[in-house]
């Protein structure tokens, strides 16, 4: 079974809006750390924000939120007021233990 | 500058043919670890270190070989590459003993095996 799913392989998004990435995790393991990347077309992988799976609060940086929803097993990426450089890849990923699992990514492709 | 190197960047080979990609972190992370990138499959972890001499492996540890005999170097062995290894590869390094917010990959190695 897979751990990671992201179920959108692509999305289109217009310049200055908002867009949700989505991403849903399995793990019994009560301790674990959900992570989000961004791979552009160079092909260097970005940590974006990082989640704990005891932290309170979402997480936030900047213009990215993690939406966290430890009953519905979700941690969503919120990318307000999108720009064109947010044109790429993304990666969802758990750490479970020592292991870092990705899930499959989505292309995010923002529309002048 | 802290960094994760990679060498080779790229590397064409044949079957069968043993070689090391090597990886080495300046930032003195006690975690290394190394993923392949495959189209639609995402990253997926092969093998990875908590420190200086332990190391596990990850989901697809078949056909490869690492060491970490000190901590600034992760090298990856494949002592018989097949095509099915033809892949973009990635070493990472973080803070302490687990994958942290802090984890810095290298630039890759795209690997075409022959």
């Known amino acids: 079974a897979q751990k990671i799913t992201q179920t959108q392989p692509g999305m289109f998004v217009q310049e200055k809006e908002a867009v949700t990435l989505d991403c849903t995790y399995d793990?019994?393991?009560?301790?674990?750390?959900l992570f989000w990347y961004k791979q552009p077309s160079s092909g260097e992988m970005i940590f974006l924000i990082y989640q704990g799976s005891y932290d309170q609060q979402n997480a936030t940086e900047g213009r990215y939120s993690l939406n966290f929803q430890k009953a519905r097993k979700s941690a969503n990426l919120v990318i307000s007021a999108s720009q064109l450089g947010d044109s790429a890849m993304y990666f969802c990923a758990m750490r479970e233990g020592g292991k870092l699992i990705f899930g499959q990514g989505t292309e995010l492709s923002v529309k002048p | 500058e802290a960094q994760v190197t990679q060498n080779p960047r790229y590397l064409i080979t044949v079957t069968g043919k043993k070689l090391t990609v090597t990886c080495s972190q300046n930032?003195?992370?006690?975690?290394m670890s190394w993923y392949r990138q495959d189209p639609g499959l995402g990253l997926r972890q092969i093998y990875y270190?908590?420190?200086?001499?332990?190391?596990d492996k990850g989901d697809v540890p078949e056909g490869y070989k690492v060491s970490r005999k000190e901590k600034r170097n992760f090298p990856l062995i494949l002592e018989s590459p097949s095509p099915n290894q033809t892949s973009l590869y990635f070493c990472?390094?973080?803070?302490?003993?687990?994958?942290?917010?802090?984890?810095?990959f290298g630039p890759g190695t795209r690997l075409t095996v022959t």
């Open positions: 270190s908590m420190n200086v001499e332990v190391t």
């Open positions: 793990t019994s393991d009560p301790s674990y750390g």
């Open positions: 930032m003195n992370h006690e975690y």
């Open positions: 990472a390094s973080s803070p302490g003993g687990l994958a942290g917010p802090e984890q810095y």
